[in-house]
């Protein structure tokens, strides 16, 4: 049953305009879309109609990875990506902050859909004991990966310096 008394833009089953999303008590517009996520912080969200992945190709430097508003997407069947792969982890910013659902994979390696790029004043950091595993795995990756280029490249310096002390 649709009771138009919810969704203060329609009058009489007439559209008289968005009143806008601070007005508007509805979780859903009457035409299924999102409006507010109506759950708690890292609850995961249901889908809809409108999430459509869109390719993001390059890095997009953000702190979506280990944001509080960086929620698993509930899906009832099938999503997949643009290229027309199955993925089986969605995200999304609860928040509405990103253009599309992205898949985990393109979350952790900083290619979320961000509509606006810079720092989000939305911002809120995961505290290290409820950061997504799949995150701290990659985070402990990266910094031994990075250890061990520092320390290849320590000992290519110290070859350099002695070469140059024997010469």
Same mark, same amino acid.
């Given at each position: ?7 203060? @833009? *329609?009058?009489?089953? +007439? ?12 979780? +859903? ?5 999102? *409006? ?20 993001v190709?390059?890095?997009? /430097?953000?702190? @979506?990875? #280990?944001?509080?508003? /960086? ?18 982890? %969605? ?5 509405? !902050? %990103? ?6 994979? #393109? $979350?952790?390696?900083?290619? /979320?859909?961000? +509509?606006?790029?810079?720092? @989000? ?5 995961t505290?290290?004991?409820?950061? =997504?595993?799949? !995150?701290?795995?990659? +985070?402990?990756g990266? *910094?031994?990966?990075?250890r061990?280029?520092?320390?290849? *490249?320590?000992?290519? =310096? $110290? ?5 140059? /002390?024997?010469?």
């Amino acid at each position: 049953m649709n009771d138009d008394r919810r969704f203060p @833009c *329609l009058d009489a089953h +007439r559209y008289s305009g968005c009143v806008g999303l601070a007005a508007c008590p509805a979780d +859903r517009c009457w035409n299924g879309r999102r *409006l507010h996520t109506g759950c708690s912080f890292g609850a995961p969200v249901q889908a809809d109609a409108f999430d459509r992945p869109l390719k993001v190709l390059r890095y997009t /430097a953000s702190d @979506c990875p #280990n944001c509080r508003h /960086a929620v698993d997407l509930d899906i009832e069947g099938d999503l997949r990506s643009p290229g027309g792969r199955m993925v089986d982890r %969605w995200t999304i910013c609860e928040l509405g !902050l %990103w253009a599309g659902p992205a898949s985990l994979y #393109n $979350l952790l390696n900083h290619r /979320a859909p961000i +509509r606006r790029l810079g720092h @989000c004043p939305s911002f809120e950091d995961t505290p290290p004991d409820e950061m =997504r595993p799949e !995150l701290a795995a990659k +985070r402990a990756g990266d *910094l031994e990966r990075a250890r061990r280029r520092r320390a290849a *490249l320590r000992e290519v =310096r $110290l070859a350099a310096v002695e070469d140059a /002390a024997v010469s």
